[in-house]
C-alpha cells in the first residue's frame, strides 16, 4: 500500500466525489475551510494507493507544537472495503503522523451509550471494535463536539500520550482549530465544544 500526501487539488476531488459520498452533511467542513487550513499547515491529506488507484483516504488536523495530530476524517473506498485494507491503514497511521511532527493520533468515535436506539449502539460498537482491531487504544477521555458525544480514541505512534490529561488538552488545542474562531450568534468556544476525562479509566498505553 503506497501512501502519499495530497495536493489542493487531489483533495478537492476526494472532497467532491468521496467525502460527500462518505460521511453526512452536517460533518462536512466547507472546503473553503480546509483550503484555508491546508495552506496555514494544519490540516494534511493522506491518500493510499493499490494498484487499482485511491483506495482510502484520511485528513489530519495539526496544531503547532502539538505531539496530537487529530484524524478528522477517514474512509476506505467502497470497492476496497471488508478485505481487510482498513485495518491495514489504521495500523499505518500512527506512524505517518511522525512525517508531519506529530508523536500519536486522537480521534473521536460516537459514544455508544449515548446512542439513540439499539441498532445504533451495536452499529457504533462494531466501529469501536474496527478501531481496537486496526490498533488503537480506548481512553477514558470524552468529548462533545457540536451537539454530538463522543469516545476518544488513539493511535499510539511513535511517541505516545503519558495519559488522559494530555490527550484532553492535546485534543482541547486541536479543536480550537477545527472549530472557526467567529462562532455565529455570538456563542462562545464552550457551547459548542467541550473534552472531559474521568481519573484512573482508559487505557492509554
Same mark, same amino acid.
Given at each position: 500500500m503506497e501512501q502519499k500526501? =495530497? $495536493?489542493l487539488t487531489q483533495l478537492k476531488a476526494i472532497y467532491t466525489l468521496c467525502l460527500a459520498r462518505d460521511f453526512p452533511p452536517d460533518e462536512l467542513m466547507p472546503f473553503h475551510r480546509m483550503e484555508a487550513l491546508t495552506q496555514a499547515k494544519s490540516q494534511v491529506a493522506l491518500g493510499f494507493y493499490d494498484s487499482q488507484g485511491l483506495a482510502a483516504y484520511a485528513i489530519f488536523i495539526l496544531h503547532p507544537g $502539538?505531539?496530537?495530530a487529530l =484524524?478528522? %476524517?477517514f474512509a476506505v473506498q467502497?470497492? *476496497?472495503r471488508g478485505q481487510g485494507l482498513g485495518t491495514a491503514c489504521l495500523r499505518q497511521l500512527g506512524h505517518a503522523a511522525q512525517d508531519f511532527g506529530a508523536g500519536y493520533v486522537v480521534f473521536e468515535v460516537e459514544s455508544p451509550s449515548h446512542a439513540p436506539s439499539p441498532a445504533n449502539r451495536e452499529i457504533r460498537q462494531k466501529r469501536v471494535g474496527f478501531y481496537l482491531q486496526g490498533g488503537a487504544k480506548a481512553t477514558s +477521555? $470524552? $468529548?462533545? =463536539? %457540536?451537539g454530538v458525544d463522543y469516545n476518544i480514541m488513539i493511535l499510539p505512534g511513535q511517541a505516545p500520550p503519558t495519559g488522559n490529561r494530555q490527550i484532553k488538552e492535546d485534543l482541547e488545542d486541536l479543536y480550537h482549530i477545527v472549530v472557526p474562531s467567529r462562532l455565529s450568534r455570538g456563542r462562545a468556544f464552550s457551547d +459548542? *465544544?467541550?473534552v472531559w476525562y474521568s481519573e484512573g479509566g482508559g487505557a492509554t498505553a
Open positions: 500526501e =495530497l $495536493s $502539538s505531539p496530537a =484524524l478528522n %476524517y467502497p470497492h *476496497c +477521555v $470524552s $468529548s462533545w =463536539l %457540536y +459548542v *465544544c467541550r
